[in-house]
């Protein structure tokens, strides 16, 4: 039987974001038993930069829950995502887990590769300004692959489903979820399949998931792309994501050799300015 985790950015019970995730997940003709995650529900709290969860034991000197969301995901087969947009973007759940990426390195091979579903949830359609590419980058930096990432509409809780064709799309999706991943039908990157570039002047591009540059040129008036690797990829192969984390721990010899020079010139900055600080109230 197939484990399914459906994740769900939105804190709205019942909202748009869960029931588009049980609506995929019914149509999935496999097998499965299905979980569900709120991360709202979470105590998740935001990376303090230390590194110190890629040394030792690798844990995350945070007192959270950051590691059951990981056993989460290691315990799916397939992980299907659910975010609404808010102010033009994914809900900022999504990019507080993120953040916490680096707990996620000591777990590379329980999670690589697993099958995934994006779906980007928005009140008014073409106003989810860069919902999709959060949702891609999530999907990305849990190394899963991505099989389908799309946009749907609707602002009120259930709004979703009154347009019938979102019905049909979360049948399409759950029957995507264990097949092979389709072709992509639009310009995208060829390396990672991102839809979404940055405009660097001239032809030259940057693509806004994989983060590597390259040109846009015109084909029977058909943009396409040609997107060369860094050689410092983070997620395109599961050796890229080892690499990246061997470049992060030899960041401690680094900041050793270069401790003296690094401290001159932070105490040269120290000392300008008036914080604002939070009022505590008793």
């Not at 995350?60 to 975010?83: F, G, H, P, R, S």
């Not at 264990?178 to 072709?183: D, G, N, S, T």
């Not at 984390?245 to 401790?259: D, F, H, P, T």
């Amino acid at each position: 039987m197939k484990k399914i985790l459906g994740i769900s950015g939105s804190p709205r019970k019942p909202g748009n974001c869960e029931i588009m995730l049980k609506a995929v997940a019914r149509n999935v003709p496999e097998n499965h038993d299905l979980h569900l995650l709120r991360l709202a529900d979470f105590d998740l709290r935001p990376c303090k930069g230390c590194y110190r969860c890629l040394f030792k034991d690798k844990k995350c000197v945070l007192k959270d829950d950051i590691y059951q969301i990981v056993d989460a995901l290691a315990w799916a087969d397939a992980i299907i995502v659910a975010v609404p947009t808010y102010f033009l973007g994914a809900n900022a759940m999504l990019k507080l887990l993120l953040d916490r990426g680096l707990c996620f390195y000591g777990h590379i091979e329980k999670l690589w590769g697993k099958p995934s579903i994006g779906i980007g949830i928005a009140g008014i359609a073409g106003k989810e300004g860069a919902t999709l590419l959060g949702i891609e980058r999530f999907q990305r930096i849990m190394l899963a692959e991505v099989k389908r990432t799309l946009m749907v509409y609707g602002a009120l809780p259930g709004e979703v489903f009154m347009n019938p064709e979102n019905l049909d799309t979360a049948k399409a999706l759950g029957r995507a979820l264990f097949q092979p991943a389709p072709a992509s039908e639009e310009p995208c990157c060829p390396l990672c399949g991102s839809h979404t570039f940055r405009f660097l002047g001239g032809n030259q591009v940057r693509c806004m998931l994989c983060s590597n540059d390259g040109t846009i040129n015109l084909a029977a008036d058909i943009p396409a792309f040609t997107i060369r690797g860094s050689g410092h990829d983070l997620f395109l192969k599961e050796d890229d994501a080892l690499e990246h984390e061997n470049w992060l721990v030899g960041m401690k010899a680094r900041y050793l050799a270069n401790k003296e020079a690094l401290k001159a010139i932070t105490k040269a900055y120290r000392k300008d300015g008036t914080w604002v600080k939070p009022e505590r109230q008793i």
